[in-house]
């Protein structure tokens, strides 16, 4: 028997409200549905479970003003952050240039309070734009302990989207 009553609304953490293809980059707007998903260290477990299902993310680096790895950035940031490397390790595992960087930034007053622009650069805009909503279900299923998607899976499936 599910743990899911009917009629009760399934709350994600995080919702992929808008994305936009750029000449260099796709920003997505994503929302933190609650404050209890806001940072990554409200959420145990949540680095070890993301090094675990993508170890490539120990590789990457951040320029987000900080003197320590990315290991430690990930167990006290934004989760849309998170999110952010998500999807460009997601995109690595599918073909795209290691070196692709991004950025997230928010504007609580002008975007609405738990709205993050989230930016990934990209060799190919479906990709990035795939990544982007795979990264999505797999941050949430971090964030509520639930089993997360194949990131192989993902990976092969964004290759297949790859303009030839």
Do not use: Q
Request: net charge negative.
């Amino acid at each position: 028997m599910s743990g899911h009553r009917s009629g009760s609304p399934i709350v994600l953490p995080l919702v992929l409200e808008r994305v936009e293809v750029g000449e260099s980059a796709v920003e997505a707007a994503v929302r933190v549905t609650e404050p209890r998903w806001m940072r990554t260290s409200e959420v145990p477990g949540f680095v070890e479970s993301a090094l675990r299902i993508l170890p490539g993310l120990a590789r990457h680096r951040c320029d987000c003003g900080t003197a320590h790895g990315l290991e430690r950035e990930l167990a006290d940031t934004e989760t849309p952050h998170a999110l952010e490397h998500v999807a460009l390790e997601l995109m690595a595992l599918a073909g795209s240039p290691r070196e692709l960087g991004g950025e997230t930034v928010w504007d609580f007053a002008a975007d609405g309070r738990g709205v993050f622009r989230v930016r990934v650069g990209y060799d190919d805009d479906l990709v990035a734009v795939g990544a982007l909503d795979r990264g999505v279900r797999l941050v949430n299923a971090l964030l509520v302990g639930a089993p997360a998607p194949d990131p192989e899976c993902d990976a092969a499936e964004l290759r297949a989207l790859r303009k030839r």
